[in-house]
């Protein structure tokens, strides 16, 4: 069932987010990072294609579970965020999934970066009014410290993304977040800490974009204040 784009579901997210005793991390060893969890309307069905040639994609890649293709298709439906698909030609998380976002330049703030990124990488001009709040700071693997901007697109909105950065650019279903199987938590030997996986199309989300979107959907949908800072990333996300 999806979750309508209204004038109630802005103001329970925003509520959720003032009231919430956010974690802030400091650590002069990272470099300080924002992203936009930008929050759109959508239509059923109308993401039945995905626009990339996926089997490119999934060369050698080892798929977690049987039937997972990578393909992000019927995920939207109502209120949305939107999701990119990383360039395969980037230096660094190549073909990834990602919210828009990128490092600070010298003396932004996390809601102008948040912001100068979504114009730059997804085509969107959107001002600092429509920004309902901030999720808790996600350290990374790579050497970031991660500031989620969960901000209201106002309607669906139309991404023209960068393509030396972006190549498609995709409405996801804030339903889809509320999947029975979703969200997912494996081991691995290389850390104490459980690896999260989000559920959606016919893919899996990793932290630490995983771990914003579980946030998103604790905090901002359910009113819950539970930590994700410690959730790990798989070790391909490391580097």
């Given at each position: 069932?999806?979750?309508?784009?209204?004038?109630?579901?802005?103001?329970?997210?925003?509520?959720?987010?003032?009231?919430?005793?956010?974690?802030?991390?400091?650590d002069p060893t990272k470099r300080h990072a924002a992203v936009a969890v930008v929050l759109v309307?959508?239509?059923?069905?109308?993401?039945?294609?995905?626009?990339?040639?996926?089997?490119?994609?999934?060369?050698?890649?080892?798929?977690?579970?049987?039937?997972?293709?990578?393909?992000?298709?019927?995920?939207?439906?109502?209120?949305?965020?939107?999701?990119?698909?990383?360039?395969?030609?980037?230096?660094?998380?190549?073909?990834?999934?990602?919210?828009?976002?990128?490092?600070?330049?010298?003396?932004?703030?996390?809601?102008?970066?948040?912001?100068?990124?979504?114009?730059?990488?997804?085509?969107?001009?959107?001002?600092?009014?429509?920004?309902?709040?901030?999720?808790?700071?996600?350290?990374?693997?790579?050497?970031?410290?991660?500031?989620?901007?969960?901000?209201?697109?106002?309607?669906?909105?139309?991404?023209?993304?960068?393509?030396?950065?972006?190549?498609?650019?995709?409405?996801?279903?804030?339903?889809?977040?509320?999947?029975?199987?979703?969200?997912?938590?494996?081991?691995?030997?290389?850390?104490?800490?459980?690896?999260?996986?989000?559920?959606?199309?016919?893919?899996?989300?990793?932290?630490?974009?995983?771990?914003?979107?579980?946030?998103?959907?604790?905090?901002?949908?359910?009113?819950?204040?539970?930590?994700?800072?410690?959730?790990e990333q798989p070790v391909f996300a490391w580097k």
């Amino acid at each position: 069932m999806t979750i309508t784009y209204d004038e109630a579901l802005r103001a329970q997210i925003r509520a959720n987010l003032s009231g919430h005793d956010r974690r802030a991390l400091t650590d002069p060893t990272k470099r300080h990072a924002a992203v936009a969890v930008v929050l759109v309307d959508s239509e059923v069905g109308e993401d039945r294609v995905d626009p990339v040639d996926v089997d490119d994609w999934n060369g050698g890649r080892e798929m977690a579970l049987a039937g997972l293709d990578g393909r992000m298709v019927n995920v939207s439906g109502g209120a949305a965020f939107l999701l990119c698909r990383r360039a395969s030609r980037l230096s660094s998380h190549a073909a990834q999934w990602a919210l828009p976002g990128g490092r600070l330049d010298r003396g932004e703030t996390v809601v102008d970066a948040a912001l100068r990124e979504l114009h730059e990488e997804v085509g969107v001009d959107l001002p600092g009014s429509t920004v309902l709040g901030l999720l808790d700071d996600y350290p990374t693997r790579s050497g970031y410290v991660i500031t989620p901007v969960v901000i209201w697109g106002g309607g669906r909105l139309e991404p023209r993304p960068a393509p030396d950065e972006v190549v498609a650019v995709y409405r996801v279903g804030l339903h889809q977040l509320l999947r029975d199987d979703s969200p997912r938590f494996i081991s691995i030997p290389e850390s104490p800490r459980p690896v999260v996986q989000i559920p959606l199309g016919h893919d899996l989300i990793h932290a630490p974009t995983g771990a914003v979107l579980l946030q998103l959907r604790w905090l901002g949908l359910e009113g819950r204040p539970d930590p994700v800072d410690q959730l790990e990333q798989p070790v391909f996300a490391w580097k």
